[in-house]
Nanobody, 123 residues
């Protein structure tokens, strides 16, 4: 499984970003997998922030981003997205996509994930 994130950068508080994650790899069928976004701030542990069902598109969000984030996917393109609005300084961190739902990400470190894309929110 190969997951490659893009779209991070430096943004001012109140700004927006759209992160992308491209899934590929032999034997990896993107369309049948729950997918998540998570982040890790400097010196802190991994924080799961959103997941999306593989078929019906149902989504769940962490309280820290609820109302400001939208996770979406394009199964035909094997792409996962995260739209982040009204960014805060505390949203700074390394954002990565992962194969699996919230339960997978919070209960184990043994899941497929990308290397991440850095998001820095600063004035």
């Amino acid at each position: 499984v190969q997951l490659q994130e893009s779209g991070g950068g430096l943004v001012r508080p109140g700004g927006s970003l759209r992160l992308s994650c491209a899934g590929s790899g032999s034997g990896f069928v993107f369309r049948i997998n729950y997918m998540s976004w998570a982040r890790q701030a400097p010196g802190k542990g991994v924080e799961w922030i959103a997941d999306i069902h593989p078929r019906n598109g149902n989504t769940t969000y962490a309280d820290s981003v609820k109302g400001r984030a939208t996770i979406s996917r394009d199964n035909d393109k094997s792409m996962l997205y995260l739209q982040l609005n009204s960014l805060k300084v505390e949203d700074t961190g390394l954002y990565f996509c992962a194969r699996g739902s919230r339960k997978t990400v919070i209960s184990t470190s043994a899941y497929d994930r990308g290397r991440g894309t850095q998001v820095t929110v600063s004035s």
